[in-house]
């Protein structure tokens, strides 16, 4: 049985039927940009009435609050060249309503058998979700200001503590020089080396530029750059060499560890060679896999004996040592069979 087509007063019908429907704001504008149709929606939610809305010209609405220039450029300039447009953005401040921010879609309706054309013009409020997104862009700003206020007073902490740091290395200094006691000066200068390898460490995570993670290659590299500037020459000719892989880690784990090297470094330079050779190593190793990591520093030298702990020279380097290691949850493996082979491993959970 064919299809019957409809009277065009039941489809004008329909179209009203569907387009009251709606939940969302919509209008029907023929050529002449008159409202033809609008959908409840949009009487509620701009409160306006059909009375003074239908037949009406939409820039003649509300007393004029639809003659927006926004609003015109899309209807009368950018519709007639596209046909269709989607999510152009409005805000305006509608009478009796407030202040909107509108996305409107446009579809022009161009029909066979008539000359003529209409306009649908849909409208979603997004009022809401841009002042969220204004709260949000705010807050982000907030916490970025407050990011690099943070930056900035742990520089200025590094700053000074480095500072405190050098005043005090240079009092043990004038102290050791002072004092008649030949152990008591060996002891202020031990203290003095100390109180340096702290300030280096200090002084190469402030370099960094990042406070949270620091990159493990660089950072021992030039920790151990400056040992051996400070530590090494004509007189000590041994090579002092760094391998790690290219990890980052918290830069409270960076402290213990620059910490450990400066000590194990320190002892290497101090006794594993003490006749000059050509070939004196000292490798300073990090390697890491997922949350388990592993750091050693090993000599070529003399070596010591195996229940020795690492600065056993002098004690108290080894105590640092052991304390560090406790501190950052690891465990410490000395080979001393060629050389002096300090081993740090950390397990993941």
């Not at 401040?93 to 996305?103: A, E, N």
């Not at 740091?165 to 200094?173: D, E, F, G, K, P």
């Not at 402030?206 to 406070?211: E, I, K, V």
Request: net charge negative; hydrophobic share 45%.
């Amino acid at each position: 049985m064919p299809t019957v087509i409809p009277a065009i007063e039941d489809a004008q019908t329909l179209a009203e039927a569907i387009v009251d429907t709606i939940h969302e704001p919509l209008i029907v504008l023929d050529g002449g940009l008159r409202v033809l149709a609008a959908s409840r929606a949009f009487y509620e939610i701009f409160r306006v009435d059909p009375e003074h809305t239908m037949g009406c010209r939409l820039y003649d609405l509300g007393d004029g609050q639809w003659n927006i220039p926004a609003l015109r450029l899309l209807l009368e300039t950018i519709i007639p060249e596209k046909t269709a447009m989607d999510g152009f953005e409005v805000e305006h401040d509608f009478p009796g309503v407030g202040r909107r921010t509108m996305l409107l879609n446009a579809r022009k309706v161009i029909y066979e058998t008539l000359a003529d054309s209409t306009i649908l013009l849909a409208f979603t409020d997004i009022t809401a979700r841009r002042a969220v997104e204004r709260d949000l862009a705010d807050l982000l700003e907030h916490t970025e200001e407050l990011l690099r206020q943070k930056q900035v007073l742990l520089q200025e902490m590094q700053h000074r503590v480095a500072n405190s740091l050098q005043i005090i290395a240079s009092i043990l200094l004038i102290k050791a020089r002072a004092v008649t006691s030949e152990e008591t000066r060996l002891h202020l200068k031990d203290a003095h080396q100390r109180v340096l390898s702290v300030a280096e460490v200090q002084s190469h995570l402030h370099a960094s530029g990042d406070l949270d993670q620091i990159e493990v290659g660089p950072y021992l590299t030039k920790l151990c750059d400056s040992l051996a500037a400070s530590m090494l020459g004509d007189s000590h000719p041994i090579s002092l060499r760094v391998e790690a892989d290219h990890s980052r880690i918290g830069s409270d784990k960076a402290v213990s560890m620059g910490l450990i090297v400066t000590e194990l470094v320190i002892n290497a330079i101090k006794y594993a060679f003490p006749q000059p050779r050509g070939d004196a190593l000292i490798l300073v190793r990090f390697e890491s896999e997922g949350d388990s990591w592993m750091l050693g520093v090993r000599d070529n030298g003399v070596g010591v004996d195996e229940t020795a702990a690492p600065g056993a020279h002098g004690g108290l380097g080894g105590a640092i040592v052991e304390a560090l290691v406790k501190q950052l949850e690891a465990r410490m493996q000395v080979d001393s069979a060629a050389g002096m082979d300090v081993s740090i491993r950390h397990a993941a959970d």
